[in-house]
């Protein structure tokens, strides 16, 4: 089998997939790639499947294939090089056995995706390749010293043929079923922002920081019993501070949800990063 050698990563670098949902039962959550679009446009691009696994890379990493391969990156644009020459970033890029790819910190956005031709080829864990880190339900964290393997090539590289998406200035919403938990239409509230992304934001959840929602009077004091979460919930802590429920999100919460990020433009939040600015419009 061919074998993807890790020679260092910083901050966190982890294997991701399409994710496991329909586990939420059994208390696991679906995990997966944050930014869908970039990580459907590298497994493309080096002719894989579209479940193929990809790395999930915030920060950097440096790897050597023992033999010959197509990668590419996606995603922040972050700089790229291949036995320390610049290549291009968002195509297919031929890596010669040995030679050794960096991925750099980005120059815009948060989190890069670097696809190997024949996918990342670990072993399944519910059916799914994907690092949970909610719970740590898959592979392990990517780090130094890793040697990953790489499943057979399904198809010939692809030239990129069709732009990314472009980032929107303001994420559509969708009314949450606890609208009645504030004072006021929350939508209202969410959209007069702008927020701030907070340090702590990860996979879980976007973090923000800004103008605190109100509970309405009624509620002030009042505990929710746990209910289920979805992708892309606005759930509202006691804080008034709302966090944006991402890939890792706990399957059940106690917290009202006052709004839903529409589905189509949830990948923009895995491509903010701490303190930048985040607005909300009506979807």
């Not at 208390?27 to 790395?55: T, Y």
Request: glycine fraction near 12%.
């Amino acid at each position: 089998m061919r074998v993807l050698e890790v020679l260092a990563a910083t901050g966190l670098v982890t294997v991701q997939d399409a994710g496991r949902p329909g586990f939420a039962h059994l208390g696991v959550p679906r995990a997966g790639w944050l930014d869908e679009p970039a990580a459907l446009l590298a497994n493309r691009l080096v002719g894989n499947e579209a479940s193929a696994a990809v790395l999930e890379v915030l920060g950097t990493v440096a790897v050597r294939p023992a033999g010959p391969t197509w990668v590419a990156v996606t995603g922040a644009c972050s700089p790229v090089s291949v036995a320390g020459r610049a290549v291009a970033f968002g195509e297919p890029v031929h890596v010669p056995a040995g030679a050794v790819l960096r991925v750099d910190l980005p120059m815009t956005g948060v989190r890069s995706y670097l696809a190997v031709a024949g996918g990342i080829a670990v072993e399944p864990v519910l059916g799914s390749r994907a690092t949970d880190t909610l719970a740590w339900v898959g592979p392990a964290r990517v780090e130094g010293g890793a040697r990953l393997p790489i499943g057979a090539a399904a198809g010939e590289p692809q030239a990129l043929d069709t732009p990314r998406a472009p980032m929107v200035s303001a994420l559509r919403l969708l009314p949450g079923p606890r609208a009645d938990w504030f004072d006021g239409d929350p939508l209202d509230a969410l959209v007069a922002g702008p927020w701030t992304v907070d340090a702590d934001s990860n996979r879980v959840g976007l973090r923000l920081d800004g103008p605190a929602l109100r509970r309405h009077p009624a509620y002030v004091g009042r505990e929710l019993a746990s209910e289920g979460m979805v992708l892309g919930a606005v759930q509202v802590p006691p804080s008034g501070k709302p966090v944006v429920f991402l890939a890792d999100h706990p399957v059940t919460g106690g917290y009202p949800v006052a709004a839903v990020v529409h589905p189509d433009d949830l990948w923009m939040c895995a491509q903010v990063g701490p303190g930048e600015r985040l607005r909300f419009r009506r979807g």
